[in-house]
C-alpha cells in the first residue's frame, strides 16, 4: 500500500486561510461552524491593535481557530492510501489537534485525565479551588506570563499546610537555645521548602481555568490533593488535615509574595499600595472553595454546581479540572441554536418617573 502526505506549514497566521469560499464545516451548531460563519469578523480582529500595540486576537489563539475550521478538510493537508495491486485508494483528511476544536480537544483531556487517575494515590483526595480578587484579575490577562505564578503560590500553599506545623515546632525549639545568630542567604527558588531535608511532601495535581461559567477571565487554580502526605524524616505517610481558614489566609499570604517577588512587580511602588489594600480588604484571606467529599458524577457530566454530592470519585473530579486544559470552553452539545443572520432585539427598560409613599 503507498502513502502520499500533504501537510501544510504549522503557523498559519501570516496568511488567511486559503480554503474554497463555498467550503462550511459540517454541523451548523457546532464551535467548528460559529468559527467559519464569522471568520471575517476574526480577521478583522486579528487585523486591530490595541493603543499598547497588541493585537486583540493572541497568534495563538488565530492559529488554533485556523486549524480548528480546516479539521478534517483536505485544505489542512491529507493523507493518501493507494492498494499497489487495484489502484484503489482512500483519502484520510489530516485532524486539527487544536485546544479549539470539540472532537480533537476531548479525545487529548479524556486522555490526560486517564493519565492523572492513574498517578492518583489510592487515598481520599480533597478538591481544592483558589480563587483571586478582581483586583488582581487585569494584572494578569496583560502579562499571561504571570499565570506561572499561580502555580507556585498553589503549590507553596499545600507544601505549607502539610510542613507548617512541623516547621513552627521546630522554630520553637531553636529560640530556647542559645545558638548563636547568623545571616540567613536569600533563597534562589520561590519553591518553599525545596532544600528542606526532613520536609512533609504532599500528592497533588494543579490545574488552570482562566474563565468562569460566565466565560468571563477570572484566572483561578483547581488542586485534587491527597489527603496523605510522605514524612521523609519518619519515611511514612501521613495525615493531611485541610484547615479552612488557614488555607484561605496561606493562599493569599504566598499568592502576594510571589507576585512582590516577580521581576515586573518588585520594584512597583503601586503593587506594594495595591498588596496593602488587598490584606486590609481581605483580612480573612481570598476565597476558596475545598469540600470534604468529591462529586458522585462522571467526567462528562460535571458541572459546576456539583461540588457537594457525597461520594469519593476520583476519576471524576479529574475529568472536571482537565476538562478545560484541552478543549473549547462550551461543548456542541450545549449549544442549542446558532442564527447566521444578525438580529436587533429591542429591550425595555421601565423608568420611574416619580414614586409617592
Known amino acids: 500500500m503507498g502513502l502520499v502526505n500533504c501537510d501544510v506549514p ?12 463555498s467550503y462550511t464545516p459540517k454541523g451548523k451548531d457546532s464551535v467548528k461552524y460559529i468559527f467559519a460563519a464569522n471568520y471575517g469578523y476574526i480577521v478583522k480582529l486579528y487585523n486591530t491593535r490595541t493603543p499598547s500595540g497588541k493585537r486583540k486576537i493572541r497568534d495563538f489563539c488565530f492559529d488554533q481557530i485556523q486549524k480548528c475550521i480546516l479539521c478534517g478538510s483536505v485544505d489542512l493537508g491529507y493523507t493518501v492510501y493507494e492498494c499497489p495491486r487495484c ?3 482512500t483519502i484520510v483528511p489530516n485532524r486539527c489537534h487544536s485546544r479549539f476544536c470539540s472532537s480533537c480537544a476531548v479525545k487529548k483531556a479524556r486522555a490526560d485525565a486517564q493519565d492523572m487517575a492513574n498517578m492518583a494515590l489510592d487515598c481520599k483526595h480533597r478538591h481544592v479551588v483558589l480563587t483571586i480578587p478582581e483586583e488582581l484579575r487585569d494584572m494578569f490577562l496583560a502579562d499571561r506570563k504571570m499565570l506561572n505564578l499561580l502555580f507556585i503560590a498553589g503549590r507553596n500553599t499545600i507544601y505549607d499546610i502539610a510542613n507548617g ?19 540567613v542567604k536569600k533563597r534562589k527558588s520561590p519553591y518553599d521548602y525545596k532544600d528542606d531535608r526532613n520536609r512533609g ?12 461559567r460566565d466565560l468571563k477571565w477570572n484566572p483561578h487554580i483547581h488542586i485534587l490533593c491527597s489527603e496523605k502526605y510522605y514524612d521523609t524524616k519518619s519515611d511514612k ?32 511602588p503601586e503593587f506594594r499600595k495595591l ?7 481581605y483580612p480573612e484571606g481570598f476565597y476558596i472553595h475545598a469540600p470534604d467529599k468529591l462529586p458522585d458524577i462522571g467526567e462528562d457530566d460535571m458541572d459546576d454546581n456539583d ?18 486544559t484541552s478543549r473549547p470552553v462550551i461543548a456542541d452539545s450545549r449549544i442549542d441554536s446558532y442564527d447566521v443572520e444578525p438580529q436587533i432585539l429591542p ?5 420611574i418617573i416619580s414614586a409617592f409613599f
Not at 10 to 21: K, Y
Not at 165 to 183: D, E, M
Not at 201 to 212: C, N
Not at 347 to 351: E, G, I, R, T
Open 165 to 183: 506545623a512541623k516547621y513552627r515546632k521546630s522554630q520553637g525549639k531553636k529560640k530556647k537555645t542559645k545558638a548563636k545568630k547568623r545571616k
Open 237 to 268: 505517610m501521613k495525615s493531611l488535615y485541610f484547615p479552612f481558614r488557614k488555607i484561605r489566609k496561606t493562599w493569599q499570604y504566598q499568592l502576594l509574595k510571589v507576585l512582590s517577588e516577580s521581576p515586573s512587580l518588585s520594584a512597583d
Open 87 to 89: 489502484g484503489n485508494f
Open 10 to 21: 504549522d503557523d498559519l497566521s501570516s496568511t488567511a486561510i486559503p480554503f474554497n469560499a
Open 201 to 212: 511532601i504532599p500528592g497533588f495535581i494543579i490545574t488552570l481555568h482562566t474563565f468562569g
Open 307 to 324: 461540588f457537594d454530592k457525597l461520594t469519593d470519585n476520583i476519576k471524576g473530579v479529574v475529568g472536571y479540572i482537565t476538562r478545560y
Open 347 to 351: 429591550v425595555f427598560k421601565p423608568q
Open 275 to 281: 498588596r496593602n489594600r488587598l490584606y486590609l480588604s
